[in-house]
């Protein structure tokens, strides 16, 4: 992020929002929300909107403390290397690896000779093509020529025509060129200029387009190309290096990744035509998401007219991602051409079908989202004709609004006679902020790499429910480690469960660690890994699905029910009752750092340091003492800082970990294992997928089923959000199937029973004909009140949450809007929610509620700090500092944190649950008040003295500088026999309002506002709260609308990095983003009155979903489609399409199931 400003800034000292929100677009963020990162770089726009001005927000830091930013101090290019350039006769560039050759050549004489010699060599710009191969799919290039010198790539000619533009020039040079071009020409002439730089908007990200070369693009010839349909569908034409002109039409995409150029031919130049008088050009594009993102479906499109009629002439359109390459409609043109009538809306009557039978794809095709795809190309076309309709002036269209606001409104009060250096309560910045800004934070990768160091690559199985049959030893490694290696206990048990460290003869699941190779390098250790063979014997009855299990009884014990009142009396007595059911995919963590430890032999006793990324550093150390078959005591687990984890450093991470530490122990030297994105998303597993089916009365009796057998407990006890229903059963089970195990997330299990029980909520408003609030609102909590596990608690402050939510959002009269809208509007449909939220607080399994601490003094008056929770970007260090600050009534910034260690603070709980502050909070108060009281006699004798005298006397008088702090936490539990029990310590309340704007032609969506208010008591940290609140929303909204993972029918994991997951972006913030936290708000039960913040929020980013599902509702009444109707999560823009049921989907035919295999599977 702050590379990617700096560059902006260096090419544009004065940026506008466009500017910027394009600058940041190619990075993700997935703590933050984002709303503060573009806050603070719109700073540096000329023009600030009125969502920073000084008198509508709380400015942390007075601008004066910092240097401006001043262009003419920069660091220049070095001018000897200019010279260099300059005075350098053209040699030849040569660089030889251990594998590999990059050559690049000084003439195109020389580039062409090169290239005919070596014809299968790929010439490389910007790596953008080559390089994923190179990483990802071992492909291996023994010759890479470079033409980034070749002057005749980067020429620009002007023709009477067109334009030619030198194949090497980057994406973003070309954008450039033709916005530089098109005031300089009359209207008409620049339709495919137009047409071309929107599709380079999306295309990829700034960072992909600054390097990515035109020619590149244009010959990679990917299926689903943004530009080649557009350059098709305009007659463009290429120029090759044996200078000959050749069409970029249809018959120049021969299949997959192949042109008609032969091998050893070069791309010189792309000519890009003028169109004329009557034509009009299109281009079209949906994606999984706005901004750097491959396309799903692209088109160009263009049709002239015969001059002063509006007759068709002339044709042409062509499709990306409907085939192996870019593909033509020939026969819909000459649909369209043939019928010689002015254009109107029945020229594309006869066309649709036809387009239909031409572009047909089989069911089981790559990439699935057959009826998606087929339904964008009529989608597309329609789009067209409304285009052209306007263009000639038939129809004029409206434009809705696209620009950034993001608020984040909130209040902090401190008592008037709280000391002004009394941190607590006051929004202090996060005390690693600066140093993670500019790179400097140390995170486990950066620890510099020791002596004799070696890397540990996994092997994992490619099969799922198969017995392995060898594991061969690679030559010039220097081991592999296999389960036989193991000197301790060789699984782990969880939730009842063993989970083997390494698969011995059998694997259940694709993914599943199979051994382990261990080499000198890291690239070493990866090559061997992936050249291991491991042979296989497959088994049968492979279970990836919920149903599939379940008519198996394939299932984790124990499964549990939960009962209130009389469910099957209830049934009885009424007359209407709905069913319903919805399945919500898994979700990746998608933490920014992947999976990383380092494990260090320490001395000759058997010691180990071990430098990990975890969020339980005990667990770790107990894992790892184990696995090696030594005390604990031996076994030292350091965490600094970890990058990002919501549950998923835990219980994999241990595995990770045992395993790395057989590696240290048999070599007795340092092993690291860092693992890449691909391998992360497939060892570590996720969020659990879950399918809900509940039956409900209007009046809300309401039984349901569901998909660790925690989570599936967690699930029963929130099951009644907010509502008290007098009669409710719900059962849980977890399956038990051949796909990787999953782990914690962010809310374990409460975000999908949440959105189970509202989605119930939903569809009883729609059965009944009634606004969904109005529904939730009757069936609330009201009073002091009993939840169904026979907890008292009282929803005052939810009902204010409530309240407050629709007053400070305006949900009344934005509801009036979103029907006037609606009744104006046929093809975009307007949206809106509001979702309230009650989860429960700390760990029902009552040992983990506890926290411990050790405080030193030094001599100089400075204070280290311990505690047992780990800092993973929450701030939880930041208010341990706080906590510190205040209790011992001294400067945070005499206070220090250095790490968290089990030699410091042992047998502490894992940092999860929301319940980080709550317990290390009140074990630091512990600690730092017996050190206060032991300073009391000082005080009293020196009353004038400083904090520094009375710390110095301390020490001469042999009084102790150092103190343990504990915090015994409430005794939670819960009796499932009895159906009874009290597993939280409290509950967090929250409610959030959003609105959105549906394309109901591609299933587009953009989040046009969101309102979302908090009670979290008397905060210790309002910032670092408030980045928690956006950071869980934008999670949420993830989950719920855009994050999908995909397997194949054999059990692979698809989505196994950020070009095929997509999490969201800088594009998918709301754009008005408003948070304000509860007022006057107290929790007797935690550290200075708060309440934790850490997973609440997250399923508040279901008001989004319901949001789309409001808008697909009022697109399905213009069918004359009312009542409920099932929305799958995440409701993706397939989804929402699809559910939209406008008459393209109509005209689809549907495959039946089983009658083919899919491309993916419906987990």
């Known amino acids: 992020m702050v590379m990617?400003?700096?560059?902006?800034?260096?090419?544009?000292?004065?940026?506008?929002?466009?500017?910027?929100?394009?600058?940041?677009?190619?990075?993700?963020?997935?703590?933050?929300?984002?709303?503060?990162?573009?806050?603070?770089?719109?700073?540096?726009?000329?023009?600030?909107?009125?969502?920073?001005?000084?008198?509508?927000?709380?400015?942390?830091?007075?601008?004066?403390?910092?240097?401006?930013?001043?262009?003419?101090?920069?660091?220049?290019?070095?001018?000897?290397?200019?010279?260099?350039?300059?005075?350098?006769?053209?040699?030849?560039?040569t660089f030889q690896g251990e594998r590999m050759t990059w050559v690049s050549p000084a003439s195109l004489q020389e580039l062409v000779q090169m290239k005919s010699s070596n014809p299968k060599a790929p010439l490389v710009l910007g790596n953008t093509n080559i390089g994923p191969d190179i990483k990802f799919k071992g492909v291996l290039h023994p010759l890479i020529i470079s033409p980034t010198r070749i002057a005749e790539l980067f020429e620009v000619t002007h023709t009477l025509n067109g334009v030619w533009v030198g194949a090497g020039f980057s994406l973003s040079e070309?954008?450039?060129?033709?916005?530089?071009?098109?005031?300089?020409?009359?209207?008409?002439?620049?339709?495919?200029?137009?047409?071309?730089?929107?599709?380079?908007?999306?295309?990829?990200?700034?960072?992909?387009?600054?390097?990515?070369?035109?020619?590149?693009?244009?010959?990679?010839?990917?299926?689903?190309?943004?530009?080649?349909?557009?350059?098709?569908?305009?007659?463009?034409?290429?120029?090759?290096?044996?200078?000959?002109?050749?069409?970029?039409?249809?018959?120049?995409?021969?299949?997959?990744?192949?042109?008609?150029l032969k091998p050893e031919e070069i791309l010189l130049s792309v000519f890009i035509p003028f169109s004329r008088k009557g034509e009009i050009v299109r281009a079209f594009r949906q994606a999984p998401r706005k901004?750097?993102?491959?396309?799903?479906?692209?088109?160009?499109?263009?049709?002239?007219?015969?001059?002063?009629?509006?007759?068709?002439?002339?044709?042409?359109?062509?499709?990306?991602?409907?085939?192996?390459?870019?593909?033509?409609?020939?026969?819909?043109?000459?649909?369209?051409?043939?019928r010689s009538e002015p254009w109107d809306d029945e020229t594309l009557s006869q066309a649709y079908d036809v387009l239909l039978d031409e572009l047909a794809l089989p069911p089981s095709a790559p990439?699935?989202?057959?009826?998606?795809?087929?339904?964008?190309?009529?989608?597309?076309?329609?789009?067209?004709?409304?285009?052209?309709?306007?263009?000639?002036?038939?129809?004029?269209?409206?434009?809705?609004?696209?620009?950034?606001?993001?608020?984040?409104?909130?209040?902090?009060?401190?008592?008037?006679?709280?000391?002004?250096?009394?941190?607590?309560?006051?929004?202090?910045?996060?005390?690693?902020?600066?140093?993670?800004?500019?790179?400097?934070?140390?995170?486990?990768?950066?620890?510099?790499?020791?002596?004799?160091?070696?890397?540990?690559?996994?092997?994992?199985?490619?099969?799922?429910?198969?017995?392995?049959?060898?594991?061969?030893?690679?030559?010039?490694?220097?081991?592999?480690?296999?389960?036989?290696?193991?000197?301790?206990?060789?699984?782990?048990t969880f939730s009842g469960y063993d989970?083997?460290?390494?698969?011995?003869?059998?694997?259940?699941?694709?993914?599943?660690?199979?051994?382990?190779?261990?080499?000198?390098?890291?690239?070493?250790?990866?090559?061997?890994?992936?050249?291991?063979?491991?042979?296989?014997?497959?088994?049968?009855?492979?279970?990836?699905?919920?149903?599939?299990?379940?008519?198996?009884?394939?299932?984790?014990?124990?499964?549990?029910?939960?009962?209130?009142?009389?469910?099957?009396?209830?049934?009885?007595?009424?007359?209407?009752?709905?069913?319903?059911?919805?399945?919500?995919?898994?979700?990746?963590?998608?933490?920014?750092?992947?999976?990383?430890?380092?494990?260090?032999?320490?001395?000759?006793?058997?010691?180990?340091?071990?430098?990990?990324?975890t969020q339980w550093p005990t667990s770790v150390q107990d894992a790892v003492a184990e696995t090696l078959g030594i005390p604990s005591n031996r076994v030292t687990c350091h965490v600094k800082r970890i990058g990002g984890a919501f549950g998923g450093k835990v219980t994999k991470t241990t595995i990770l970990a045992c395993i790395t530490s057989v590696a240290a122990w048999k070599t007795n030297r340092a092993v690291?294992?860092?693992?890449?994105?691909?391998?992360?998303?497939?060892?570590?597993?996720?969020?659990?997928?879950?399918?809900?089916?509940?039956?409900?009365?209007?009046?809300?009796?309401?039984?349901?089923?569901?998909?660790?057998v925690y989570v599936a407990e967690k699930i029963l006890l929130h099951m009644d959000n907010v509502y008290n229903i007098p009669n409710l059963r719900g059962y849980a089970a977890a399956c038990r199937t051949h796909l990787p195990s999953n782990t914690a997330f962010r809310g374990f299990g409460v975000p999908q029973c949440l959105m189970v029980v509202e989605n119930m909520v939903n569809d009883v408003a729609m059965a009944l004909g009634r606004p969904a609030d109005q529904v939730r609102e009757l069936n609330?909590?009201?009073?002091?009140?009993?939840?169904?596990?026979?907890?008292?608690?009282?929803?005052?402050?939810?009902?204010?949450?409530?309240?407050?939510?629709?007053?400070?959002?305006?949900?009344?009269?934005?509801?009036?809007?979103?029907?006037?809208?609606?009744?104006?509007?046929?093809?975009?449909?307007?949206?809106?929610?509001?979702?309230?939220?009650?989860?429960?607080?700390?760990?029902?399994?009552?040992?983990?509620?506890?926290?411990?601490?050790?405080?030193?003094?030094?001599?100089?008056?400075?204070?280290?700090?311990?505690?047992?929770?780990?800092?993973?970007?929450?701030?939880?260090?930041?208010?341990?500092?706080?906590?510190?600050?205040?209790?011992?009534?001294?400067?945070?910034?005499k206070i220090h944190i250095s790490e968290t260690s089990t030699n410091t603070v042992p047998n502490a709980s894992m940092s999860a649950a929301s319940f980080g502050t709550d317990a290390n909070g009140m074990a630091v108060k512990n600690a730092c008040e017996t050190l206060y009281q032991r300073l009391e006699p000082l005080r009293q004798k020196n009353p004038g003295g400083t904090w520094e005298s009375w710390v110095k006397a301390a020490y001469f008088e042999k009084i102790s500088l150092s103190a343990t702090g504990f915090y015994r936490g409430p005794d939670l539990y819960m009796d499932w026999d009895k159906m009874k029990g009290q597993p939280y310590a409290y509950f967090t309340f929250g409610a959030c309002c959003s609105e959105v704007e549906l394309d109901c032609l591609t299933g587009d969506y953009r989040t046009v506002r969101t309102d979302i208010v908090v009670d979290i008591g008397k905060s210790v940290n309002p910032s670092a709260d408030i980045g928690q609140i956006e950071g869980a929303f934008m999670q949420g909204l993830g989950l719920y609308t855009l994050e999908e993972l995909k397997f194949s029918p054999s059990g692979l994991l698809y989505t196994r990095g950020p070009s095929q997951y997509k999490i969201p972006a800088i594009c998918d913030m709301p754009l008005r983003f408003n948070v304000h936290l509860l007022s006057d708000s107290n929790n007797p039960h935690a550290i200075y009155s708060s309440k934790g913040i850490g997973e609440p929020v997250l399923f508040l980013g279901s008001s989004v979903?319901?949001?789309?599902?409001?808008?697909?509702?009022?697109?399905?009444?213009?069918?004359?489609?009312?009542?409920?109707?099932?929305?799958?999560?995440?409701?993706?823009?397939?989804k929402a399409f699809l559910a939209c049921a406008s008459p393209f989907t109509h005209k689809i035919p549907t495959s039946k199931p089983g009658s083919f295999k899919p491309w993916a599977l419906n987990i």
């Open 499 to 613: 989970e083997e460290l390494l698969a011995d003869s059998q694997v259940s699941c694709v993914g599943q660690m199979v051994c382990a190779v261990v080499a000198d390098s890291r690239v070493h250790a990866r090559r061997a890994a992936s050249a291991v063979k491991i042979g296989y014997e497959d088994l049968p009855d492979s279970l990836f699905t919920v149903e599939e299990a379940t008519e198996k009884s394939s299932y984790f014990e124990p499964r549990r029910t939960i009962e209130r009142g009389n469910v099957a009396e209830a049934f009885k007595s009424v007359d209407q009752v709905y069913e319903g059911e919805i399945r919500l995919g898994g979700q990746e963590h998608f933490y920014m750092e992947t999976q990383s430890m380092l494990v260090v032999p320490v001395g000759e006793e058997a010691e180990f340091n071990v430098y990990i990324s």
């Open 1105 to 1134: 979903f319901f949001a789309i599902k409001d808008a697909v509702a009022a697109a399905r009444s213009e069918s004359g489609l009312v009542g409920p109707f099932p929305l799958r999560s995440p409701a993706t823009a397939e």
């Open 780 to 893: 609330m909590y009201k009073g002091p009140s009993v939840t169904h596990y026979k907890l008292e608690f009282s929803p005052e402050n939810m009902l204010r949450c409530w309240e407050e939510c629709k007053l400070k959002s305006d949900y009344g009269a934005r509801c009036r809007a979103v029907d006037l809208f609606n009744q104006q509007s046929r093809w975009k449909k307007r949206g809106i929610s509001i979702i309230p939220i009650k989860y429960g607080i700390a760990f029902s399994e009552s040992f983990l509620n506890q926290g411990a601490a050790l405080v030193h003094i030094y001599r100089d008056g400075s204070v280290l700090v311990s505690h047992g929770g780990t800092e993973m970007g929450q701030g939880l260090h930041t208010k341990m500092q706080q906590v510190a600050s205040r209790e011992l009534h001294i400067p945070h910034s």
């Open 4 to 93: 990617s400003m700096y560059t902006l800034l260096r090419n544009k000292p004065q940026p506008n929002m466009e500017d910027v929100t394009q600058a940041l677009a190619g990075n993700l963020c997935r703590c933050t929300g984002y709303r503060p990162i573009v806050d603070g770089c719109r700073t540096f726009c000329q023009v600030l909107s009125s969502a920073l001005r000084p008198a509508q927000v709380h400015i942390l830091f007075d601008k004066e403390g910092f240097l401006p930013l001043d262009p003419t101090q920069e660091l220049i290019f070095p001018p000897e290397l200019i010279l260099m350039a300059e005075t350098a006769g053209p040699r030849t560039l």
């Open 291 to 338: 901004e750097s993102s491959f396309a799903t479906v692209t088109a160009g499109m263009r049709v002239v007219f015969s001059e002063g009629s509006r007759v068709v002439q002339d044709a042409s359109i062509y499709y990306g991602g409907m085939g192996p390459t870019t593909v033509g409609a020939p026969k819909t043109c000459a649909a369209i051409i043939t």
């Open 174 to 260: 070309v954008r450039s060129l033709l916005e530089k071009l098109v005031p300089q020409f009359p209207e008409e002439k620049t339709e495919l200029f137009k047409a071309l730089i929107q599709q380079l908007r999306n295309l990829g990200s700034e960072q992909i387009r600054n390097v990515a070369s035109l020619g590149g693009n244009v010959m990679s010839a990917y299926p689903n190309s943004d530009l080649n349909p557009v350059l098709a569908a305009a007659n463009s034409l290429n120029s090759p290096g044996g200078r000959r002109e050749v069409p970029l039409n249809q018959d120049f995409f021969v299949s997959f990744g192949k042109t008609v």
């Open 367 to 492: 990439g699935g989202q057959v009826e998606f795809r087929r339904s964008l190309t009529l989608s597309f076309l329609f789009k067209f004709n409304l285009e052209v309709l306007q263009k000639l002036r038939e129809m004029v269209g409206t434009r809705h609004r696209n620009g950034y606001e993001t608020k984040s409104r909130f209040e902090f009060h401190v008592s008037k006679d709280q000391s002004s250096q009394d941190p607590v309560g006051r929004p202090i910045m996060h005390r690693s902020a600066i140093s993670q800004a500019t790179g400097e934070a140390v995170y486990c990768d950066d620890i510099p790499k020791t002596d004799r160091e070696l890397f540990l690559v996994l092997v994992t199985s490619s099969r799922a429910n198969a017995k392995i049959t060898e594991a061969l030893q690679l030559p010039g490694v220097v081991d592999v480690i296999t389960a036989g290696d193991i000197p301790g206990k060789t699984v782990r």
């Open 672 to 708: 690291r294992c860092v693992l890449e994105r691909g391998e992360d998303m497939l060892i570590t597993g996720g969020r659990h997928p879950v399918l809900g089916k509940y039956k409900v009365h209007p009046d809300f009796h309401f039984s349901n089923f569901y998909e660790n």
